[in-house]
């Protein structure tokens, strides 16, 4: 006699269940990355902000948090990373060739990077545009007056293109100045080779605050050309450490928006009834086990670097040196677009 089909379809669901409920393995590159202790961490040559290093070598930043964050998260401690400066012309070839295992560098997803280099988009940590820098003396106010102008950009990056696409869009003939190194484009524009400077608009206010001798005499114009929206990329081929990843940053967004800080995340570990604050923090469901990790991941993370509104208020909002206002960046039901899947 033949089982009936209600009965194979739940023995199904069973199974598939049960499968689901199964520990993950973590991956090759985690099993790397815990053979050594250590997450290494490609990151920007230094752009204040996201990535840059003092004058005793520690490195500080968004970009730079979500290492620290992912340490946390995987092995328990935010200083084991190791940071890899890379300009933009050598940052994905450091991703694919393995001396990498994240590329964490003001990087903008884009169909092209996604389908082409072999990598993986993991999750926007910044909402971002691009714009123009101007001299406060010259007197410009609408990026549509560069009509002929000199505007220095940096190659191998986005920026060069969405330069192209607007100034042929609007018929502009911008003249284009190229450089490799973002430390030339910077002292082109200071010298006054180029009439204006153009990047990510985050990229101008660190760089304004950063290596202009009077930061007051440099307008970033009002205009964003381009979406840009950056964050980590991982190798592709590995969707357990891919998860580890995107799964960190949309815990540290969770975080904000549940009420967990760097200051109460044990306290909340001990005391919350909240189901889902539990499942964040590891104290009510053991959520590691599903990316191969300890049950306090989060929480580590969490502890290390704050949540997500934190770590943008010390590295790049209104109260820091860069004093960008939190905007698209804000979370979802703030007035923002930050909006991350549930921890559960």
């Not at 099993?31 to 204040?48: E, F, M, N, P, S």
């Not at 440099?218 to 964003?224: A, D, F, G, T």
Request: proline share 5%.
């Amino acid at each position: 006699m033949k089982p009936s089909p209600f009965k194979l379809l739940a023995a199904s669901l069973a199974v598939t269940a049960a499968v689901a409920a199964l520990p993950a393995h973590a991956g090759k590159t985690v099993d790397a990355i815990k053979a050594r202790g250590q997450v290494i961490c490609g990151v920007h040559t230094g752009l204040a902000g996201f990535s840059a290093a003092d004058s005793s070598g520690k490195w500080a930043g968004i970009d730079v948090d979500m290492c620290r964050a992912v340490a946390a998260a995987t092995l328990g401690d935010p200083e084991k990373v190791k940071y890899v400066p890379l300009t933009a012309q050598a940052r994905f070839t450091a991703l694919q060739s393995g001396e990498i295992d994240m590329l964490s560098r003001n990087t903008t997803f884009t169909l092209t990077r996604d389908a082409s280099l072999g990598l993986s988009q993991t999750a926007v940590v910044y909402y971002d545009g691009q714009g123009f820098m101007v001299p406060v003396k010259n007197k410009i106010k609408s990026a549509k007056q560069l009509k002929g102008q000199t505007v220095c950009v940096q190659s191998g990056t986005t920026t060069e293109k969405n330069l192209t696409d607007f100034s042929k869009a609007n018929g502009l003939n911008i003249k284009p100045v190229v450089f490799e190194k973002l430390d030339a484009v910077e002292g082109a524009y200071f010298s006054g080779r180029c009439v204006a400077y153009t990047t990510d608009a985050s990229g101008l206010a660190s760089v304004r605050n950063k290596s202009a001798k009077n930061p007051a005499d440099h307008l970033i114009l009002p205009e964003l050309i381009s979406k840009e929206p950056l964050g980590p990329l991982v190798r592709r081929g590995d969707d357990e450490w891919a998860a580890i990843v995107k799964w960190t940053i949309f815990g540290l967004l969770e975080a904000e928006e549940n009420g967990i800080t760097q200051a109460n995340v044990d306290e909340l570990k001990a005391s919350s009834k909240d189901p889902v604050v539990g499942r964040i923090l590891g104290s009510s469901e053991d959520t590691g086990k599903l990316l191969g990790l300890d049950k306090e991941w989060m929480a580590n993370a969490i502890k290390a670097t704050g949540n997500y509104g934190e770590i943008f208020e010390r590295n790049v909002g209104p109260k820091s040196a860069l004093q960008l206002p939190r905007g698209l960046n804000n979370l979802w039901n703030k007035g923002g677009i930050q909006y991350a899947p549930p921890i559960r």
